[in-house]
C-alpha cells in the first residue's frame, strides 16, 4: 500500500522551495503598511461577525500585531466570544488543534463553517459566563510546529482582548486551554508569559495530549510506516516556512517527499493524515536529514521540553494512559516544572489513546480553571 501512495505522489509535479499557503482573499487578513508602528497586542482592526452556533453571544474578529520566530513584526487574528450578559467576567484563551498548512483551515474560519471539532464545546465554556479568545495561534503563513510564535500570538491575542474597548474585559483574570497541537502553543505561552507579557493576569493553564518534543516523536516513529505520518511531516512544511533561509527541505527530500510537500500545501488536518497514512521518514527524506545543526536548532526554539522557561502560575496537564504522543517526554517536561516551583496537577488517562482522552480530560480542566478564577489554591501532585 505504501509503495502505492508513494507512486501517487511522484505523479505530482515536485516544487522546490518553501511552499507558503494560498493568500487569504478577504482584505480583513491584510497587515497595514505601518505595522510596525504597532506594540505587540494592539488591535488593528476589528468587525462582528455572525455567529449562530454561539447562541445570543456577541462575536468580534480582532487583527493585531504580533511577533514572529525571527522578532519581525506579524499580523494576526483572534475570535472573541462574549456571552450575553453583563459585568466583569473572566477571559479563557482557547488554542484548538488545527495542525494545518492551509489559511482556510484557521480557527477564524473553522470556527463557522463546521470543520472545527471543537467549537461546539465552546459553548460549555460560555455557559460559565466567561468569554473566551481563540487566536490564528498559527499565524499568517499558517506555521504548523512554530510553536514558540503560537505561544507569542495567543499572547498578544489575550492582550488585544482585553485592550478591545467594546468586549470590557480590560480587568478580566486570563486563563489558558489547549490540546495536542493547540497545547504547544498554551505550553509556549505560559513559559514565555513572565518575559513575553508579564503583565498578563493569567491565574492558570489547561493543557493536554502535550507533544512536548515534536523532532523526538519524528525519530521515536523512525521508519516504521505511521497512520499519522502526515502530521510530523506537516510540522517540517511549517518551520521551513517559518524559518526561511534557515529550514531549507529541499536537500533533505526524496522525489516523494517533494511530491507529499506539494500536496499537503494547503490542506487541512485531516487532509494532511489521510495523504501521510502509512508513509515513513526514510521514504520520504534522505539520509542524515536528522542530524542537520540547523534543522535541530529550530526543533528546540519549538519544544516544550527544550526550552528552559517555566510557568509562573498553575497548571492543569492530562495524557492519555496509551496515548500516541510519549507520555514520558510529557512527565519528565511537567517534573522539570515542578522542581522550578510550579504547581502542576498531571492526570493520567487510563487506556485513553491521543483521540480518547480529549473529553474527561476537558471536562477536568474547565473545574480547574473554574477553581482558579475562584481564587482556590491549586492542587499538585508533584
Not at 542524515?288 to 516544550?304: F, K, V
Not at 515542578?338 to 487506556?351: E, H, L, M, T, W
Request: charged fraction near 10%.
Amino acid at each position: 500500500m505504501a509503495t502505492a501512495l508513494a507512486s501517487g505522489l511522484n505523479a505530482i509535479p515536485a516544487a522546490h522551495g518553501a511552499i507558503y499557503p494560498i493568500p487569504d482573499p478577504d482584505g480583513f487578513y491584510a497587515p497595514p503598511g505601518n505595522l510596525g508602528d504597532y506594540a505587540p497586542g494592539d488591535v488593528i482592526n476589528s468587525r462582528v461577525v455572525p455567529a449562530p452556533g454561539f447562541p445570543g453571544a456577541t462575536v468580534w474578529q480582532l487583527l493585531f500585531r504580533s511577533t514572529n520566530s525571527a522578532a519581525a513584526p506579524i499580523a494576526a487574528v483572534t475570535t472573541l466570544i462574549v456571552p450575553p450578559g453583563g459585568g466583569a467576567r473572566p477571559l479563557v484563551s482557547y488554542q484548538p488543534f488545527v495542525n494545518s498548512l492551509g489559511l482556510q483551515c484557521a480557527p477564524s474560519h473553522s470556527l463557522f463553517d463546521g470543520t472545527l471539532q471543537e467549537a461546539p464545546a465552546l459553548n460549555l465554556l460560555l455557559a460559565r459566563g466567561w468569554a473566551v479568545a481563540v487566536p490564528d495561534h498559527l499565524g499568517p503563513t499558517s506555521a504548523y510546529g512554530a510553536a514558540r510564535m503560537g505561544g507569542q500570538i495567543t499572547l498578544d491575542g489575550i492582550r488585544a482582548a482585553k485592550r478591545f474597548a467594546p468586549a470590557g474585559l480590560g480587568g478580566s483574570p486570563v486563563g489558558l486551554a489547549g490540546y495536542s497541537g493547540g497545547a504547544m502553543s498554551t505550553g509556549f505561552a505560559a513559559v514565555l508569559a513572565p518575559e513575553y507579557a508579564p503583565e498578563l493576569p493569567l491565574v492558570g493553564v489547561a493543557m493536554g495530549g502535550v507533544p512536548v518534543n515534536p523532532g523526538k516523536l519524528a525519530l521515536q516513529v523512525g521508519n516504521t510506516p505511521h497512520p499519522l505520518f502526515g502530521l510530523g511531516f506537516a510540522v517540517a512544511v511549517g518551520l521551513e516556512r517559518e524559518y526561511p533561509g534557515q529550514m531549507d527541505l529541499d536537500d533533505g527530500l526524496s522525489p516523494a517527499g517533494f511530491a507529499l510537500r506539494s500536496q499537503i500545501a494547503n490542506a487541512c488536518v485531516q487532509e494532511i493524515i489521510n495523504a501521510g497514512a502509512g508513509h515513513s521518514i526514510g521514504e520520504m527524506f534522505r539520509p542524515g536529514m536528522e542530524a542537520d545543526a540547523t534543522n535541530i536548532r529550530i526543533l528546540h526554539d519549538n519544544s516544550l521540553e527544550i526550552h528552559p522557561g517555566v510557568p509562573r502560575v498553575p497548571v492543569y496537564q492530562w495524557h492519555g494512559g496509551s496515548d500516541q504522543v510519549p507520555l514520558d517526554l510529557a512527565q519528565r517536561t511537567a517534573g522539570r516544572y515542578c522542581a522550578s516551583g510550579a504547581r502542576v496537577q498531571f492526570d493520567v488517562i487510563p487506556g485513553a489513546d491521543h483521540g480518547t482522552a480529549i473529553f474527561p480530560g476537558a471536562a477536568n480542566a474547565a473545574g480547574y480553571l473554574s477553581d482558579r478564577f475562584a481564587g482556590i489554591p491549586a492542587p499538585s501532585n508533584c
